[in-house]
């Protein structure tokens, strides 16, 4: 979706119309959402600003310690479209929403109490945003644009049964990223980030697979983790 067609539902100044028209909407399950978001925009402006009003000071603190202005806009992107995702989901006013982090660092809604609990989590890399939401489980995504891969670094992440996938499949670059963004999806889900034993995780295999949808967007590789 283009920045100007964004610009055009944000001058209406009404949050739910510029969420209805600027992201690809996904359902994984009626409780599963999932949200994308592409742009390549390289300098902040009005817009921004603009957006920069429905987020916390503390977020916005956490998005200018970014170093390029691309990235504080993606990490801002992702900011909104949380707020936007669980206010269309609850009714709940923008600004009644608080954050905060679990001790591994992941992001959650503290207040108000809502029942059921919504779970969320986002992840944005050059030029795209995807976030998931679900009321009844643990949630975690990944994005990765789809190039080159770094294969020298499958040793250090890979499952020996990933491995062998990514290097018996014809399309190994595509393959990487599929196992990559799974295993990023799920130790986001569990909570762990990258810090527990990557080699011991098979994506591929039960209970894992179960669990873990990944699919191909606009050239970037996505997975979802809900559990």
């Known amino acids: 979706m283009s920045i100007k067609l964004l610009k055009k539902f944000i001058n209406k100044r009404f949050l739910p119309t510029i969420f209805l028209y600027v992201y690809l909407y996904y359902y994984l399950s009626m409780s599963t959402k999932v949200y994308f978001l592409k742009d390549n925009a390289n300098h902040w402006g009005q817009v ?13 603190e956490k998005i200018n310690r970014y170093k390029f202005e691309s990235d504080k806009i993606l990490s801002l992107y992702a900011a909104v479209m949380t707020r936007l995702a669980i206010v269309k989901e609850t009714g709940i006013d923008n600004k009644n929403l608080e954050f ?18 919504i779970d969320f ?56 990223f599929e196992i990559w963004t799974k ?30 949808e990944t699919f191909i967007q606009d050239g970037y590789v996505c997975s979802v983790c809900s559990m």
Do not use: W
């Open 48 to 60: 921004h600003d603009y957006l920069s009003g429905f987020v916390s000071y503390e977020r916005m």
């Open 100 to 117: 905060n982090y679990s001790d591994m660092k992941k992001p959650k809604l503290v207040a108000p109490n809502i029942k059921p609990p």
């Open 121 to 176: 989590n986002f992840s944005h890399t050059k030029g795209a945003v995807l976030l998931g939401l679900s009321t009844d489980s643990a949630i975690g995504v990944d994005v990765e644009q789809l190039r080159e891969a770094p294969f020298d670094i499958m040793n250090i992440f890979c499952h020996p049964a990933e491995a062998d996938y990514i290097n018996n499949s014809p399309y190994k670059d595509k393959a990487f």
């Open 183 to 212: 295993k990023e999806a799920y130790t986001k889900c569990i909570g762990t980030g990258l810090s527990c034993d990557l080699k011991s995780i098979n994506t591929l295999a039960a209970p894992f697979c179960d669990n873990i």
